[in-house]
């Protein structure tokens, strides 16, 4: 969205949010208190470099935290509050909703940051949401996260690029050396030893995982109907991010040629980690030799680390 373009547009929004407020909400003096309230523009952004913002026009609901600036402490009573879309497809900004506080910056200057998660759903201690890979999976694969730092009451919009909060995997098979995609058919890949269950920090993004509960997690193919003859076959699934990949397994079952591959992701693949709103694609060839595997790990573009890394080449007997 052009901010220049539509700053008229969001010169009302402040009124709205003023007339919505309870005077118990603010507790400075100032008279000028309630005069500054954070402004909310998101955009839904996925994953790859050429990702293009997407406006919300549907009332989607976002979970919004006010920190003190350079810092994690939530500013009383700003927590997880709830936020929706407005329905014009030309304007990113969000409604507070009517049984909500509504955040406020200082009239005397001192700047705050603010995060958002979407889709906004019930918090534990505050900031934390629930994450399960088998029993919420459709949550966690949606999920988007975003953090705006200092801002004031000067500078009040949040432009939040809203980016996935988890790893997603995925794999590319296709057959070499006389090994036909038709020879690949019913092919199984399977991540082994991944963590299943943890939480999002809403307020920094950080997401702890249970290393006490591990899953074998089958990939799901994509539709083989919208694949073309001699295509790769293409499987994909988001897992939660790890600073650690030990223990972690790729297995591969070929049921037409009798094979079962299974490589050890850290030592064979050099994808010693699984970074959030990042990318790792695993390209696989299956030849009479063995299993060859490439990683590729993408970050969004302005997302942590910038670039590419590419894993070594294994073959697997």
């Known amino acids: 969205m052009n901010i220049q373009k539509k700053i008229s547009g969001l010169l009302f929004v402040p009124l709205l949010l003023l007339s919505a407020c309870n005077d118990d909400e603010v507790t400075w003096g100032d008279p000028e208190a309630k005069s500054y309230p954070v402004v909310v523009t998101a955009q839904e952004f996925g994953m790859g470099e050429d990702s293009e913002g997407v406006t919300y026009t549907k009332g989607e609901t976002i979970g919004v935290y006010m920190m003190e600036s350079g810092t994690d402490v939530i500013v009383t009573p700003y927590a997880n509050l709830r936020y929706y879309a407005n329905q014009q497809t030309d304007e990113d900004y969000f409604l ?28 534990l201690a505050d900031s934390l949401i629930n994450l399960h890979l088998v029993e919420n999976y459709e949550f966690c694969s949606s999920l988007l996260w975003a953090r705006v730092n200092g801002l004031d009451k000067d500078n009040r919009i949040t432009n939040f690029a809203l980016r996935p909060a988890l790893s997603l995997l995925s794999f590319s098979l ?40 591990l899953i074998d997690l089958v990939v799901p193919e994509a539709d083989a109907a919208t694949r073309a003859e001699g295509q790769s076959l293409n499987f994909s699934t988001f897992v939660l991010p790890s600073s650690t990949t030990a223990g972690y397994q790729m297995r591969v079952e070929v049921p037409k040629l009798g094979q079962t591959y299974t490589i050890d992701i850290p030592a064979e693949t050099e994808a010693d980690e699984f970074e959030s709103a990042t990318e790792y694609l695993f390209d696989i060839e299956i030849t009479p030799q063995g299993m060859n595997v490439n990683v590729q790990a993408s970050p969004i573009t302005n997302w942590g680390s910038n670039g590419t890394i590419n894993g070594e080449t294994e073959t697997v007997e």
């Open 174 to 213: 296709r057959g070499g050396n006389g090994i036909t995609q038709d020879d690949l058919e019913g092919v199984i890949v399977t991540m082994c030893g991944i963590p299943v269950s943890g939480h999002l920090n809403a307020v920094n993004g950080y997401v702890n995982i249970n290393r006490n509960v």
């Open 96 to 123: 507070p909703g009517s049984n909500d506080s509504i955040p406020y910056f200082p009239p005397t200057g001192e700047q705050r940051d603010i995060s958002a998660y979407y889709p906004r759903t019930i918090a």
